[in-house]
T-cell receptor, first 114, second 112 residues
Framework: IAGITQAPTSQILAAGRRMTLRCTQDMRHNAMYWYRQDLGLGLRLIHYSNTAGTTGKGEVPDGYSVSRANTDDFPLTLASAVPSQTSVYFC?????????????FGPGTRLTVL | GENVEQHPSTLSVQEGDSAVIKCTYSDSASNYFPWYKQELGKRPQLIIDIRSNVGEKKDQRIAVTLNKTAKHFSLHITETQPEDSAVYFCAPLTGGGNKLTFGTGTQLKVEL
């Protein structure tokens, strides 16, 4: 059982390019989340999905989009990357959309936008 | 957004000593208070949580205490070991009980 995986592990990207970060979980969790982690700022929620077919905006959604076509996958797309999007991105999942459920995090993707 | 603060931002203790990290929050409706641990280069992992109907919860060497009136909760680690060295995040439920808001983290270093 893999749990929750992310790809790529790291990426260097030119500003203006489009990029999709992949997240897959095999725990049949209903809820999935995308966070970014920046030094001194902790983890900030970008987008979330409480169940397949639905998505919602978090604290810092601008410049990012998500989709949830099925239970397992929750890709995060940067339509036109900017240097301020340089960060470590973590995907997470939980059994339901209740915020009191334990969130399980993926290994992260380190993204550098030049 | 909701205001969540952690103190201290860094903490250095000798092995075997106790460590306490405090988290203050502003949302009076918060009713769920977890702590996450993130080792260097690794993913965050839940280590303990508490709900607002209890004042303290313990799990071996770690404990969490809650003061809802003062709107703060604390992580207590006793008999610290080198493997406790990590960044610890509080993440109280905020925004009407909808989502977790993470604090900025406390870097704990346990020295031999």
């Amino acid at each position: 059982i893999a749990g929750i995986t992310q790809a790529p592990t790291s990426q260097i990207l030119a500003a203006g390019r489009r990029m999709t970060l992949r997240c897959t979980q095999d725990m049949r969790h209903n809820a999935m989340y995308w966070y970014r982690q920046d030094l001194g700022l902790g983890l900030r929620l970008i987008h979330y999905s409480n169940t397949a077919g639905t998505t919602g905006k978090g604290e810092v959604p601008d410049g990012y989009s998500v989709s949830r076509a099925n239970t397992d996958d929750f890709p995060l797309t940067l339509a036109s990357a900017v240097p301020s999007q340089t960060s470590v991105y973590f995907c997470a999942s939980s059994a339901s959309g209740r915020a009191t459920d334990t969130q399980y995090f993926g290994p992260g993707t380190r993204l550098t936008v030049l | 957004g909701e205001n969540v603060e952690q103190h201290p931002s860094t903490l250095s203790v000798q092995e075997g000593d106790s460590a306490v990290i405090k988290c203050t929050y502003s949302d009076s409706a918060s009713n769920y208070f977890p702590w996450y641990k993130q080792e260097l280069g690794k993913r965050p992992q839940l280590i303990i949580d508490i709900r607002s109907n209890v004042g303290e919860k313990k799990d071996q060497r770690i404990a969490v205490t809650l003061n809802k009136t003062a709107k703060h909760f604390s992580l207590h680690i006793t008999e610290t070991q080198p493997e406790d060295s990590a960044v610890y995040f509080c993440a109280p439920l905020t925004g009407g009980g909808n989502k977790l808001t993470f604090g900025t983290g406390t870097q704990l270093k346990v020295e031999l």
